[in-house]
């Protein structure tokens, strides 16, 4: 190849990759300067005893805070907009844009070009309060930390969820694609599912809990419970569990792997663990 037709090849080269980079920048521009928005703050001071929340777009962050009264901190623009109303006792966040009318950059695409807060809905409530949630987004992360009450459900249809140091009755976790990670969780009755995506367990205490993927790992780690049940189509299962192995009917299950574990059937508690296609390491710690 002479030196004529590698100048031609690489200008050309160069010419397609400044084209590219000149369009995703007036893209970007574009999407910018719709997506402009702001931060605003509501001050609940009703009683309430459950928080409902739906958004169609964004990242949720429910914590405990040093306050009397549940804040709600919350990013609008074009694609997340939000009416925030009280009723008998239940505090309701919904989001006012159709889902059918959000351009489909608009959930793929997170241009932050300020300082705001990676969050777009933050709610804050008193180290008192106590009450029921039900948390959903369809395209965003959902994060519980340090809070308590009757029951916990989280849903997205993609994203991740985090729940960390939360005590309830029962616990859902439900996301499509996107890992699911729990520390320091105390409930009677928990389900985590994920099509696609990691289920991870550190330092939890269970009645019963079930944790189920299709394509993902599980891994569980210094844990109790009572029935236990893991589940996943494509990948290991390992962990360590607190309490004897003496103490668990055991059926562990592999079509294409290996496992550690024996199965038995003369413990008090229950431990399923199967995977289509993955290894089973799973160890009794006291």
């Given at each position: 190849m002479n030196a004529n037709k590698i100048v031609l090849i690489t200008s050309v080269i160069l010419v397609i990759f400044g084209s590219i980079l000149i369009a995703l920048s007036i893209g970007m521009m574009s999407l910018s300067d719709n997506a402009q928005g702001q931060i605003q703050t509501r001050t609940i001071t009703e009683t309430i005893n459950k928080i409902d929340v739906t958004a169609n777009i964004g990242d949720i962050r429910i914590i405990r805070d040093n306050t009397d009264v549940i804040t709600v901190t919350y990013y609008e623009d074009s694609a997340n907009q939000y009416y925030i109303s009280t009723v008998n006792e239940i505090l309701l966040i919904n989001s006012t844009i159709p889902d059918k009318t959000v351009k489909w950059y608009d959930r793929y695409i997170n241009l932050n070009f300020g300082t705001r807060d990676k969050y777009d809905i933050i709610i804050k409530i008193p180290r008192t309060q106590y009450a029921d949630?039900?948390?959903c987004s369809k395209y965003g992360d959902i994060e519980a930390e340090?809070?308590?009450?009757?029951?916990?459900?989280t849903e997205t249809d993609c994203g991740d969820i985090e729940l960390i140091k939360c005590e309830?009755?029962?616990?859902?976790?439900?996301?499509?694609?996107?890992?699911?990670?729990t520390n320091n969780l105390i409930a009677d009755n928990t389900t985590l599912n994920t099509d696609c995506g990691d289920i991870e367990l550190t330092e939890c205490g269970f009645s019963n809990i079930t944790c189920s993927t299709k394509f993902g790992d599980i891994e569980a780690n210094h844990f109790s419970g009572n029935t236990v049940t893991l589940k996943t189509d494509c990948g290991d299962i390992e962990g360590t569990i607190i309490g004897n192995e003496a103490d668990y009917s055991i059926n562990a299950e592999t079509n294409l792997g290996d496992k550690n574990v024996q199965n038995t059937s003369n413990g008090s508690k229950i431990l399923e663990a199967k995977t289509d296609l993955g290894d089973i390491d799973i160890k009794f710690i006291n």
């Amino acid at each position: 190849m002479n030196a004529n037709k590698i100048v031609l090849i690489t200008s050309v080269i160069l010419v397609i990759f400044g084209s590219i980079l000149i369009a995703l920048s007036i893209g970007m521009m574009s999407l910018s300067d719709n997506a402009q928005g702001q931060i605003q703050t509501r001050t609940i001071t009703e009683t309430i005893n459950k928080i409902d929340v739906t958004a169609n777009i964004g990242d949720i962050r429910i914590i405990r805070d040093n306050t009397d009264v549940i804040t709600v901190t919350y990013y609008e623009d074009s694609a997340n907009q939000y009416y925030i109303s009280t009723v008998n006792e239940i505090l309701l966040i919904n989001s006012t844009i159709p889902d059918k009318t959000v351009k489909w950059y608009d959930r793929y695409i997170n241009l932050n070009f300020g300082t705001r807060d990676k969050y777009d809905i933050i709610i804050k409530i008193p180290r008192t309060q106590y009450a029921d949630f039900n948390i959903c987004s369809k395209y965003g992360d959902i994060e519980a930390e340090n809070i308590a009450g009757g029951y916990i459900n989280t849903e997205t249809d993609c994203g991740d969820i985090e729940l960390i140091k939360c005590e309830f009755t029962n616990i859902t976790g439900l996301t499509n694609y996107g890992d699911i990670k729990t520390n320091n969780l105390i409930a009677d009755n928990t389900t985590l599912n994920t099509d696609c995506g990691d289920i991870e367990l550190t330092e939890c205490g269970f009645s019963n809990i079930t944790c189920s993927t299709k394509f993902g790992d599980i891994e569980a780690n210094h844990f109790s419970g009572n029935t236990v049940t893991l589940k996943t189509d494509c990948g290991d299962i390992e962990g360590t569990i607190i309490g004897n192995e003496a103490d668990y009917s055991i059926n562990a299950e592999t079509n294409l792997g290996d496992k550690n574990v024996q199965n038995t059937s003369n413990g008090s508690k229950i431990l399923e663990a199967k995977t289509d296609l993955g290894d089973i390491d799973i160890k009794f710690i006291n």
